[in-house]
């Protein structure tokens, strides 16, 4: 299912957590962890779509 959002080239940590199902804190975790990949612009984190997408598509339901 594709999740809700509009489309741009980026995603923020909180469109990807909630489209995850998952915490903001957690998915930085992730991101620090090389787990997912992620840009640092200033203080935000951005998550190409390509990637994001990516990475939802290998998440198995109920994975935290």
Same mark, same amino acid.
């Given at each position: $299912? %594709? /999740? !809700?959002? $509009?489309?741009?080239?980026? =995603?923020? +940590? !909180? %469109?990807? @957590? @909630?489209?995850? #199902?998952?915490? +903001?804190?957690?998915?930085? $975790?992730?991101?620090?962890? #090389?787990?997912?990949? #992620?840009?640092?612009?200033? &203080?935000? =984190? @951005?998550?190409?779509?390509? %990637? @994001?997408?990516? =990475?939802?598509?290998?998440?198995? /339901? #109920? &994975?935290?």
């Amino acid at each position: $299912q %594709e /999740p !809700k959002r $509009q489309t741009h080239d980026l =995603w923020t +940590v !909180k %469109e990807l @957590a @909630a489209a995850a #199902g998952l915490t +903001v804190g957690r998915l930085r $975790q992730l991101l620090l962890a #090389g787990e997912l990949r #992620g840009e640092k612009i200033g &203080t935000t =984190w @951005a998550i190409r779509d390509s %990637e @994001a997408r990516r =990475w939802l598509s290998t998440r198995r /339901p #109920g &994975t935290r």
